[in-house]
Protein backbone atom coordinates (compact mmCIF):
# COMPACT_ATOMS: atom_id res chain seq x y z
CA UNK A 1 0.00 0.00 0.00
CA UNK A 2 1.31 3.63 -0.86
CA UNK A 3 2.82 5.77 1.59
CA UNK A 4 -0.72 8.61 1.61
CA UNK A 5 2.50 11.33 3.03
CA UNK A 6 3.63 10.67 -0.19
CA UNK A 7 1.49 11.91 -3.07
CA UNK A 8 2.57 12.07 -6.39
CA UNK A 9 1.31 15.06 -8.80
CA UNK A 10 0.38 15.36 -13.01
CA UNK A 11 2.37 13.02 -14.27
CA UNK A 12 0.79 12.87 -17.71
CA UNK A 13 1.76 16.19 -18.80
CA UNK A 14 -0.70 18.33 -20.92
CA UNK A 15 2.11 20.91 -21.55
CA UNK A 16 3.57 17.56 -23.40
CA UNK A 17 0.69 16.44 -25.69
CA UNK A 18 -0.74 14.44 -22.63
CA UNK A 19 2.62 12.00 -23.22
CA UNK A 20 3.73 10.38 -19.39
CA UNK A 21 7.31 11.65 -18.53
CA UNK A 22 9.49 10.06 -16.12
CA UNK A 23 9.26 12.43 -13.67
CA UNK A 24 5.75 14.55 -11.55
CA UNK A 25 5.41 18.12 -12.04
CA UNK A 26 5.34 17.57 -8.07
CA UNK A 27 5.70 15.19 -4.93
CA UNK A 28 4.55 16.16 -1.55
CA UNK A 29 6.47 14.12 1.09
CA UNK A 30 5.11 14.87 4.62
CA UNK A 31 4.46 18.32 4.07
CA UNK A 32 6.48 19.29 2.00
CA UNK A 33 6.39 19.42 -1.40
CA UNK A 34 8.88 19.34 -4.36
CA UNK A 35 7.87 21.01 -7.16
CA UNK A 36 9.74 20.03 -10.20
CA UNK A 37 11.55 22.58 -12.64
CA UNK A 38 9.29 24.72 -14.72
CA UNK A 39 10.30 26.26 -17.98
CA UNK A 40 9.22 28.55 -19.79
CA UNK A 41 6.18 26.36 -21.60
CA UNK A 42 2.85 26.36 -23.38
CA UNK A 43 1.12 23.76 -24.94
CA UNK A 44 4.36 22.42 -24.66
CA UNK A 45 6.66 24.54 -26.69
CA UNK A 46 9.00 27.10 -25.04
CA UNK A 47 7.54 30.60 -25.48
CA UNK A 48 8.89 33.04 -27.42
CA UNK A 49 10.16 36.47 -25.67
CA UNK A 50 12.80 37.23 -23.83
CA UNK A 51 13.76 37.18 -20.12
CA UNK A 52 10.41 38.80 -18.50
CA UNK A 53 7.71 37.05 -20.77
CA UNK A 54 9.45 33.68 -19.91
CA UNK A 55 10.07 34.24 -15.92
CA UNK A 56 6.22 35.20 -15.72
CA UNK A 57 5.37 31.86 -17.79
CA UNK A 58 7.50 30.07 -15.08
CA UNK A 59 5.84 31.46 -12.50
CA UNK A 60 2.50 30.95 -13.53
CA UNK A 61 3.78 27.44 -14.28
CA UNK A 62 4.65 26.59 -10.70
CA UNK A 63 1.33 28.15 -9.30
CA UNK A 64 -0.51 25.68 -11.35
CA UNK A 65 1.43 22.91 -9.78
CA UNK A 66 1.45 24.33 -6.23
CA UNK A 67 -2.32 24.77 -6.51
CA UNK A 68 -2.48 20.68 -6.99
CA UNK A 69 -1.08 20.22 -4.33
CA UNK A 70 -2.84 22.99 -2.37
CA UNK A 71 -0.33 25.26 -2.32
CA UNK A 72 0.65 29.13 -3.47
CA UNK A 73 3.57 30.92 -4.07
CA UNK A 74 3.66 31.77 0.12
CA UNK A 75 4.04 28.44 1.07
CA UNK A 76 7.46 28.54 -1.13
CA UNK A 77 10.42 28.25 1.05
CA UNK A 78 13.22 27.69 -1.42
CA UNK A 79 13.74 27.55 -5.10
CA UNK A 80 16.37 27.30 -7.06
CA UNK A 81 17.02 29.24 -10.29
CA UNK A 82 18.96 28.82 -14.05
CA UNK A 83 19.35 31.24 -15.85
CA UNK A 84 20.56 30.88 -19.21
CA UNK A 85 22.50 34.06 -19.41
CA UNK A 86 23.72 35.83 -16.52
CA UNK A 87 23.21 39.12 -18.26
CA UNK A 88 19.13 38.85 -17.95
CA UNK A 89 19.89 38.66 -13.97
CA UNK A 90 18.33 42.27 -13.26
CA UNK A 91 14.84 41.87 -15.41
CA UNK A 92 14.67 37.86 -13.72
CA UNK A 93 15.34 39.49 -10.63
CA UNK A 94 12.39 42.27 -11.33
CA UNK A 95 10.04 39.46 -11.81
CA UNK A 96 10.53 37.16 -8.93
CA UNK A 97 10.81 40.25 -6.63
CA UNK A 98 7.10 41.22 -7.97
CA UNK A 99 5.67 37.49 -7.41
CA UNK A 100 7.80 37.09 -4.05
CA UNK A 101 7.79 40.52 -2.50
CA UNK A 102 5.68 39.73 0.35
CA UNK A 103 7.02 35.95 1.25
CA UNK A 104 10.65 35.97 0.04
CA UNK A 105 11.85 32.09 0.24
CA UNK A 106 15.11 31.52 0.44
CA UNK A 107 16.92 31.07 -3.20
CA UNK A 108 20.06 30.06 -5.30
CA UNK A 109 20.91 31.32 -9.02
CA UNK A 110 23.26 29.72 -10.77
CA UNK A 111 24.13 30.51 -14.82
CA UNK A 112 23.41 26.97 -17.00
CA UNK A 113 22.88 26.44 -20.61
CA UNK A 114 19.53 25.10 -20.41
CA UNK A 115 17.20 22.87 -22.95
CA UNK A 116 15.94 24.13 -26.10
CA UNK A 117 15.13 27.93 -26.03
CA UNK A 118 14.49 28.15 -22.03
CA UNK A 119 16.01 31.43 -21.00
CA UNK A 120 14.75 30.20 -17.69
CA UNK A 121 13.98 27.66 -15.35
CA UNK A 122 12.78 27.24 -11.33
CA UNK A 123 12.43 24.67 -8.88
CA UNK A 124 10.55 25.39 -5.41
CA UNK A 125 10.19 23.66 -2.44
CA UNK A 126 6.94 24.31 -0.58
CA UNK A 127 5.88 23.63 3.24
CA UNK A 128 2.12 23.30 3.84
CA UNK A 129 1.00 21.07 7.00
CA UNK A 130 -1.25 17.97 5.52
Given amino acids: MPDPRLIRYDIADPQAGGQRRPFAKAVRAGDYVHV ?3 VPTLNGEVISGG ?10 NIKAV ?15 CWLDDPRDFSSFNAVFEKHFIDH ?3 RSTVQSRLMV ?11 KPL
Fill in 104 to 106: PPA
Fill in 51 to 60: IVAQTEAVIA
Fill in 66 to 80: LALAGCGLEDVIKVT
Fill in 36 to 38: SGQ
Fill in 117 to 127: DAKVEIDAIAW
